[in-house]
């Protein structure tokens, strides 16, 4: 009797959009100046992004497959969808974040993708908190002590920007860091 093979273990997953250049290059260097003022990692460990569905975990050869296939034909059905950034903003004491304004269009694309993963994608689990589009700069690992000097500095800062959103991008976390497993383009 051949002995089962086990599955392979539930991998992290993340759904979200890349901004293009120059802002990815921009934002990419704010989070390594805050990498360098405070030490803190967590957020230099994935490209400049706004999440559009937050981590998850699910089997990799149940998920992916389907994925794949779903997202790409939700992307194709979709327009692209301008995307304005100004100035900073923290939630709390923990993460630091570039301000998405003017997301009336970002929030009609996630809704349709949340109604398309409920219909197509079920074990996707579905957030508790609102849809709050942001870039991270710095989160979870911000030296406390660092805070109040990190918040007069960003308060004292201006950017803006914008953008149009052309693609979405699957993560998969690899143990260390995200890599991006499939890119789906807005087509519409």
């Known amino acids: 009797m051949e002995p089962l093979s086990a599955a392979p273990p539930p ?4 759904l979200a959009t890349l901004p293009p250049e120059p802002v990815f290059s921009e934002v990419w260097a704010l989070k ?3 990498h360098r003022l405070t030490g803190s990692r967590n957020a230099v460990r994935l490209p400049p992004h706004i999440t559009l569905i937050p ?3 699910l089997p ?5 497959p389907r994925a794949q296939a ?5 992307a194709a059905a979709q327009p692209s969808v301008a995307v304005s950034l100004q100035d900073f903003a923290w939630f709390a004491n923990r993460t630091l974040f570039v301000r998405v304004v003017q997301a009336e269009a970002l929030q009609r694309l996630h809704a349709a993708l949340l109604a ?3 219909t197509d994608l079920p074990a ?8 709050t589009p942001h870039m991270t700069l710095a989160t979870r690992d911000l030296p406390p002590a660092q805070v109040p000097a990190l918040k007069v500095d960003f308060a004292a800062r201006r950017y803006t920007a914008t953008f149009q959103v052309t693609a979405l991008t699957l993560f ?4 260390r860091q995200w890599q991006p497993v499939g890119e789906f383009r807005l087509e519409w």
Do not use: I, N, S
């Open 11 to 14: 991998a992290r997953y993340l």
């Open 32 to 34: 390594q100046e805050v």
């Open 55 to 57: 981590p998850f975990r």
């Open 60 to 64: 990799p050869t149940e998920f992916e």
């Open 70 to 74: 779903v997202l790409a034909d939700f």
């Open 116 to 118: 398309r993963c409920r």
């Open 124 to 131: 996707v689990p579905l957030e508790t908190r609102p849809f």
């Open 172 to 175: 998969r976390h690899d143990g």
